[in-house]
């Protein structure tokens, strides 16, 4: 059975250096680090590649992140992967629980969540089972 969560979170990106490759590449990295609010509370820990273009509005992302969080009363860890693209301003973004992530009382996790930013504010739903 799907279980629904909502609240809001906070994130820091901080950038970090790129091996061998040259600063025209349009290639980044950054540190991920969040703090979950509401039916997710916790915090994650990840990284992030981005590729940006010469069209403006344009450029991709992936990225993963490990949390450590509380889930419906339950306690454990899991991994997200995203992978997200814009296409000259169109944005698409899918954010899934890695399979066979979870630890502890989220073992058996699997889902996705979407993420809403408005006014510099980022929210999220996420949509899980839990086997």
Known sequence: MTTHARGTFDVQLHPLPLEEIT?????????IDKQFHGDLAGTSKGQMLSVGTTTTGSAVYVAVERVTATLGGKHGTFAFYHNASMTRGA?????KVVPDSGTGELTGISGSMNIDVKNGDHSYTFDYDLA
Do not use: E, V, Y
């Open 23 to 31: 600063s025209d590449s349009m290639i980044g990295r950054m540190s």
């Open 91 to 95: 944005p698409a973004l899918s954010i």
